[in-house]
C-alpha cells in the first residue's frame, strides 16, 4: 500500500461546490465564485486532471454550470458541507489499484453533524467503481499530510484528541497509520492554528513540498496569533530529520472581529499547477513569489479566498484528489 504524495500524477479531482444558503449565511454567492474560479483554475492547467466539481442538488448544479467551464463535470450528490479534504475517500495504491479508504467521520468532533457527510465518501467511490477499505476509526484527510514514500506528518491536537477516537494511543494510531497509508516515519506536530475549528489539521499548518521536506510559514508581525505556533512545528520536524522550508504567514487576519485561521498552506498541487489562496493580505504576492521558487515546474495561481474562510478553509479543505496509477 502507497499513499503518492500530491504531486504525484492525478486521475481527478473532486471538489465541493458551495449551495447551502444555512450553512453560508454571508457570501455565498462570492464562496461559489471562488469556487469556480479554482475549479477553472485546475481544469485549464488540467495536464490530465479531469475536475468533478460535486453539487449537493440539481439547484446548485444549475448555478455551478453557468460560472464554470465545459471542460469541468459538474456531478451531484448530497452532502452536508463542501470539506471533502476530509469527508471524501482518500485514495492510495497497491498492486496498481486505487483503493478508497473510508474512515469514521464525526463531524470534526461532533461539532458540525450534517446529513449526507457521513457516507459522502462511499458515495463518490462507488460512481469511480473505486476498490473500497473501510476502516472503524475517526480520521479526515486534511489532518494528515504524505510525501509518497515513508513520512507522515500531522498534529496531536486533531489525531489524538478525545473527540474523536478516546481508545487509540499515539503508538496505536501509528500502527493504523501504517497499515492505511504503508507509512512508517511520523513526524508528530502539536497544535494547529488559533481558532481552526477542525482542532487543528495539519493542512493549515504545514504542507509536505518534496520527499522529506516540509514548508511552515513564518511571522513577521509581533501580533501573529500563530507566532509561537510555527515555531513549534519547524522544531518539532527538525527533531525527527525532516527538512524545513518557510514561507509567510498571512498573519492576524480577523472576520467579524475574530481570528480567522487564514493560511497560504492551504493550497492545493495539481498536475499543471499550484493554487494557493489570497486574502488581500500584505505578504499575498510574496507568498506566490515563494511557491513559484518551490514548484518551478508546475503554473503558480493565487486566488481569492475570503469568503470561503468564513466556512473556515479554502482550496485544499475542500478538495480531494485521485492519483493516477502512472510512474511517480
Known amino acids: ?14 471538489i465541493g461546490f458551495p449551495g447551502d444558503p444555512a450553512e453560508w449565511p454571508v457570501e455565498l454567492e462570492a464562496a461559489q465564485q471562488e469556487v469556480a474560479a479554482f475549479a477553472n483554475t485546475v481544469s485549464d492547467h488540467g495536464a490530465g486532471e479531469q475536475v468533478l466539481l460535486v453539487c449537493r442538488s440539481q439547484a ?3 448555478v455551478a454550470r453557468v460560472l464554470v467551464e465545459s471542460s469541468v463535470d459538474v456531478i451531484v450528490h448530497a452532502f452536508g458541507d463542501i470539506w471533502l479534504r476530509d469527508t471524501g475517500p482518500i485514495v492510495t495504491v497497491s498492486e496498481n489499484e486505487l483503493v478508497a479508504n473510508l474512515f469514521q467521520f464525526n463531524g470534526w468532533g461532533n461539532k458540525f453533524n450534517m446529513l449526507g457527510d457521513q457516507d459522502i465518501g462511499l458515495r463518490l467511490s462507488q460512481q ?3 476498490q473500497t477499505q473501510l476502516h472503524d476509526w475517526v480520521l479526515e484527510g486534511g489532518a494528515i499530510e504524505g510525501d509518497g514514500s515513508d513520512w507522515l506528518l500531522t498534529t496531536e491536537q486533531c489525531v489524538l484528541n478525545d473527540n474523536r477516537n478516546k481508545v487509540m494511543d499515539k503508538v496505536q494510531f501509528e500502527q493504523a497509520l501504517n497499515a492505511a497509508f504503508g507509512c512508517s516515519k511520523f513526524c508528530w506536530l502539536g497544535k494547529g492554528l488559533v481558532n481552526d475549528h477542525t482542532d487543528g489539521h495539519v493542512d493549515n499548518l504545514a504542507r509536505f513540498v518534496t520527499a522529506e521536506t516540509i514548508a511552515i510559514p513564518i511571522s513577521d508581525q509581533a501580533d501573529d496569533p500563530n507566532g509561537e505556533i510555527f515555531e513549534d512545528a519547524v522544531s518539532h520536524a527538525e ?9 509567510p504567514s498571512v498573519g492576524k487576519y480577523l472576520l467579524d472581529a475574530q481570528i480567522a485561521p487564514a493560511s497560504y498552506m492551504n493550497f492545493y498541487i495539481g498536475n ?7 486574502y488581500e493580505a500584505s505578504n499575498d504576492s510574496i507568498a506566490l513569489e515563494k511557491f513559484r521558487k518551490i514548484f518551478p515546474d508546475r503554473k503558480v495561481v493565487g486566488l481569492p479566498s475570503k469568503a470561503l ?7 485544499h479543505c475542500i478538495s480531494q484528489h485521485i492519483p493516477a496509477i502512472w510512474p511517480a
Open 1 to 14: 500500500m502507497r499513499w503518492p504524495a500530491e504531486w504525484e500524477p492525478h486521475e481527478a479531482v473532486w
Open 60 to 62: 446548485d448544479a444549475s
Open 128 to 130: 469511480r467503481d473505486l
Open 239 to 247: 527533531q525527527v530529520g525532516l527538512k524545513v522550508v518557510r514561507l
Open 272 to 278: 499543471g499547477v499550484v493554487v494557493v489562496p489570497q
Open 309 to 315: 474562510l468564513r466556512g473556515g478553509g479554502s482550496f
